[in-house]
T-cell receptor
Framework: RKEVEQDPGPFNVPEGATVAFNCTYS??????FFWYRQDCRKEPKLLMS???SGNEDGRFTAQLNRASQYISLLIRDSKLSDSATYLC??????????????FGAGTRLAVHP | NAGVTQTPKFRILKIGQSMTLQCTQD?????MYWYRQDPGMGLKLIYY???????DKGEVPNGYNVSRSTTEDFPLRLELAAPSQTSVYFC????????????FGEGSWLTVV
C-alpha cells in the first residue's frame, strides 16, 4: 500500500466549477501535510500547508481529518491556469531528526473553457 | 534569483555509461536532496545531505552516489547507467531540517537506452 494515495484523475472540469481532491495516508505518525502544485514538465511548488482546523487561501481550501487519515483540497471558481497536477504530501520524522516528505503520485486537473 | 540550479536539463545515456547531474544553490541552505520522479509515482528520495561533508541514503540510493564538498553544490553520480534509472531527477534544498521549506530545481530528464 502506498504511504500517500491519490486518485490520479484526470479531473476535467469547466471554468468556474468547484472541484475537490482527496488523499489518504497510511502512517498515523505523519506530522504535517501539504499540497504541492506541479505543472507539466516543471518542478513541484508548495501550494499550501494543511491544518487540522482547515485553512483557506483565496479560492483554495484544505482540510485534514486525522481520525480518518485523509486530506482534501477544494478549488472554487476554477481557472484555466489551475490546470496542473496536485501532489498530496505528508511529512514524517526521519533518521537524523529531520522531517522527510512523502509524496503522493498526484491528481491531474484539466480546466477547460 | 537563481535558487536551485541543476544541469543538464535533458540527457540520453547508453547502458553502462556514467554521468553526473550537477546541482547548486545560492541560498546558503544546509540541507540538500536528490529525488527521482517516475510516471504514476510520487517523488522518491535518493540521497540527502545535512551540510558540507555529510551525506546519507534516502529511500532509493542503489546505483547512485553523492558528495557534498561545499554548502552550495550537491552532485549526483550514476556510475553504471541502467534503463531502470530512466526518470526525472529533482535537486532540492531547504534552510532547516524540516523539508517543509523545500525549494526544487527545475528537473533533469534522463533516458537510459
Amino acid at each position: 500500500r502506498k504511504e500517500v494515495e491519490q486518485d490520479p484523475g484526470p479531473f476535467n472540469v469547466p471554468e468556474g466549477a468547484t472541484v475537490a481532491f482527496n488523499c489518504t495516508y497510511s502512517n498515523s505518525a505523519s506530522q504535517s501535510f501539504f499540497w504541492y502544485r506541479q505543472d507539466c514538465r516543471k518542478e513541484p511548488k508548495l501550494l499550501m500547508s494543511v491544518y487540522s482546523s482547515g485553512n483557506e487561501d483565496g479560492r483554495f481550501t484544505a482540510q485534514l481529518n486525522r481520525a480518518s487519515q485523509y486530506i482534501s483540497l477544494l478549488i472554487r471558481d476554477s481557472k484555466l491556469s489551475d490546470s496542473a497536477t496536485y501532489l498530496c504530501v505528508g511529512s514524517l520524522m526521519f533518521s537524523g531528526g529531520y522531517n522527510k516528505l512523502i509524496f503522493g503520485a498526484g491528481t491531474r486537473l484539466a480546466v477547460h473553457p | 534569483n537563481a535558487g536551485v540550479t541543476q544541469t543538464p536539463k535533458f540527457r540520453i545515456l547508453k547502458i553502462g555509461q556514467s554521468m553526473t547531474l550537477q546541482c547548486t544553490q545560492d541560498m546558503n541552505h544546509n540541507y540538500m536532496y536528490w529525488y527521482r520522479q517516475d510516471p504514476g509515482m510520487g517523488l522518491k528520495l535518493i540521497y540527502y545531505s545535512v551540510g558540507a561533508g555529510i551525506t546519507d541514503k534516502g529511500e532509493v540510493p542503489n546505483g547512485y552516489n553523492v558528495s557534498r564538498s561545499t554548502t552550495e553544490d550537491f552532485p549526483l553520480r550514476l556510475e553504471l547507467a541502467a534503463p531502470s534509472q530512466t526518470s526525472v531527477y529533482f535537486c532540492a534544498s531547504s534552510y532547516s531540517k524540516s523539508e517543509n521549506t523545500i525549494y526544487f530545481g527545475e528537473g533533469s530528464w534522463l533516458t537510459v537506452v
